[in-house]
């Protein structure tokens, strides 16, 4: 059968073909634009910075005085999108929740309202907080015009808790579209059968909801985490002045300082510990929803 | 209604706005009983099993399980285990974890919720598959392991709703065995919800058969096929002819050899008659109508012969192959009789 073994070669080669071609531009913008900048910065950040010049040298000392001189940053932005992206999480798992096992048929219109926070960029949502949350803000202004306070109330700006409302405003619908789409798979006879055998809602969840979107509550935490955790936008915005982000320091390394090598390695450090970070959530959440 | 009924339905009715799914309905449940509830798709049978599991809330009525009112108790409050149509076991579970489920929920200790595991694993045929996630499990797999799920916390009542209606026709028979033999072991109180006759001939003791939101008949099996409420039922129990009528005057006229007296009320009537209860070239003196025949199926030992009437009635008649000294042809005119004795005369409504 020469015939028939050299066409299904044929067809199987020109298969590939159209596989290398549909992967090229992906490869290209992945490797060119993201691997070859990041191996650049890696392989700077071992260099030495002197006045308006990098010199190629070989210092691992940059980390170490990373961690000596940013350890309180670091720890306080990992925390911070520690806190985003457990509570952007969890919110988005109980609207998914409820979009797909309560609301029945008003549950895509209710997806379809919180998605539209997608439209409106980035910035506009910031100020929007601002607006909200100001001296002379939305909140304040009711609040004096109802009488219920004498001065604008000062805590609502400019701190931590403002960082965490705006990012998490911001990351929900992303959050939420990953595990929409796992609760969607899972068969809500399961529910019913769990309940049959003495399971409250509660258990339910803990027990057989949970353990089914492991995976998509992963993807939402990491993405709220490394989002969260590598932003200087919101923080400089919205949070404390004295209390500034990993984020900030590294765009001040790059900008006012023109120390190349020690953003570099900044960046660097705070890659490894979101890895880590995550590494540990990810393990942490496999065990604790492991079937018993 | 007897005092010792396991389960019991006052008056239970669901409606969903205007339409009404499940008429008031009484129904007393024996201990021990395999009961079935037969009726076409839509005609409320589950949302009664499911009311009956506290999945879905009575909109009137009381039930009562074991003497206690659960009528206001959620699933996992009652004494009742489901096994659902398509089984709904837990997908990131194995069969081992999926069946022990409900004993970890108790808090029962670890040597006793894997020694009953492996007691019912055993029962159902499982032990081989006791570490196999329950996605890689073939349909008849998961029906057992729904069954062990739902039994090993011994409930009172065992739900079943459609549970085999899954499965292709030769495991449903190696299925209805299997159940008939678990219910015989365990001496439980099976509930069995199916719009499939032959399995609920197969399986159940007592049956309920539902129409149209209402209880129409209930009985057992053998007084249900013998003596059908209706021409519904029937129908429905088994293959029936149905043979439309007029009385007037204690006289029920169907053709020139077909007088047949019978007392009551004048009006429409319909003659019902099994497919074994009519013959061909029956003796003289018995009821007979001339029909043509339309289509012969021979099926070794028993012949299926399809006959219409002139007036467009269609008939069907199992004969024994071996008493047909010749077979009729279709397109031929055959006389078809019966014994008088066996017709079963309906008032039509």
């Not at chain 1, 066409?7 to 549909?22: E, G, K, N, P």
């Not at chain 2, 209706?230 to 129990?237: Q, Y």
């Not at chain 2, 009519?278 to 070794?300: C, K, N």
């Amino acid at each position: 059968m020469g015939d028939g073994f050299g066409s299904r070669a044929f067809r199987f080669s020109s298969r590939h073909v159209v596989t290398v071609l549909l992967l090229a531009p992906a490869a290209a913008v992945f490797f060119g634009l993201f691997v070859a900048s990041l191996s650049f910065f890696f392989v700077q950040s071992f260099w030495k910075a002197t006045t308006f010049r990098v010199v190629p040298d070989f210092r691992p000392f940059n980390y170490v005085d990373v961690i000596a001189g940013y350890g309180g940053p670091l720890l306080r932005t990992l925390s911070m999108g520690l806190i985003v992206a457990s509570v952007t999480t969890m919110t988005a798992f109980f609207f998914a929740y409820v979009v797909r096992f309560s609301l029945g048929r008003f549950g895509p219109a209710a997806l379809l309202v919180a998605l539209t926070t997608l439209f409106g960029g980035y910035l506009v949502k910031i100020y929007a907080w601002r607006t909200i949350l100001g001296a002379d803000g939305i909140i304040n202004s009711a609040l004096l015009n109802l009488g219920l306070i004498d001065a604008p109330l000062p805590f609502l700006l400019f701190n931590l808790g403002a960082v965490v409302v705006t990012l998490t405003y911001y990351l929900l619908p992303l959050a939420i579209l990953p595990l929409y789409g796992a609760l969607s798979d899972i068969d809500e006879t399961e529910l019913a059968a769990a309940r049959d055998m003495g399971a409250g809602a509660l258990r339910t969840i803990l027990d057989i909801v949970l353990p089914q979107a492991r995976p998509a509550l992963m993807a939402s935490f990491a993405l709220c985490f490394l989002l969260a955790a590598g932003d200087y936008v919101t923080p400089a915005m919205v949070g404390s002045p004295g209390n500034a982000m990993f984020g900030n320091f590294i765009q001040s390394q790059f900008g006012l300082r023109m120390n190349t090598p020690s953003g570099a390695a900044m960046s660097f450090t705070l890659i490894a510990a979101c890895m880590i970070v995550l590494a540990a959530v990810g393990s942490g959440l496999r065990r604790w929803l492991q079937p018993r | 209604m007897p005092p010792d009924a396991l389960l019991r339905l006052d008056g239970v009715t669901r409606r969903y706005g205007d339409h009404v799914a499940v008429a008031p309905t009484d129904l007393s449940i024996q201990a021990g009983d395999f009961f079935a509830i037969l009726g076409p798709s839509g005609c409320g049978k589950t949302t009664l099993l499911r009311m009956i599991g506290g999945f879905v809330a009575p909109s009137a009525g009381t039930v009562w399980i074991d003497g206690a009112d659960v009528t206001r108790l959620g699933p996992e409050r009652r004494p009742s285990g489901m096994v659902f149509q398509n089984y709904g076991l837990f997908q990131h579970m194995t069969v081992r974890q999926n069946i022990a489920y409900g004993l970890k929920l108790r808090r029962e200790p670890r040597a006793r919720i894997d020694a009953a595991v492996d007691e019912m694993m055993d029962l159902v045929h499982l032990r081989h598959l006791a570490d196999r996630p329950a996605p890689q499990l073939s349909g008849g797999q998961r029906q057992r392991v729904a069954l062990a799920r739902a039994l090993i916390l011994k409930p009172k009542v065992l739900l079943l709703d459609e549970p085999l209606a899954a499965l292709d026709l030769k495991l449903r028979k190696t299925m209805h065995g299997e159940l008939r033999a678990l219910h015989q072991a365990i001496g439980g109180t099976f509930i069995l919800v199916s719009h499939d006759q032959s399995e609920v001939m197969t399986l159940a003791d007592r049956v309920a058969v539902m129409d149209g939101g209402r209880i129409v008949q209930e009985g057992s099996p053998r007084d249900i096929y013998t003596k059908p409420a209706d021409a519904f039922v029937s129908t429905f129990i088994g293959e029936a002819n149905v043979i439309p009528g007029i009385r007037r005057g204690g006289r029920i006229d169907l053709g020139p050899d077909a007088r047949l007296d019978h007392a009551g009320r004048d009006g429409p009537v319909n003659i019902m008659l099994r497919p074994e209860q009519m013959e061909l070239d029956p003796p003289s003196g018995a009821p007979s109508l001339e029909a043509s025949v339309v289509d012969l199926i021979f099926l070794g030992p028993f012949t299926h012969l399809h006959c219409a009437l002139d007036d467009g009635v269609r008939l069907l008649v199992h004969l024994e192959s071996r008493k047909l000294a010749t077979f009729p042809a279709p397109g031929g005119r055959v006389r078809l009789g019966w014994n008088p004795s066996e017709q079963l005369v309906l008032d039509a409504p």
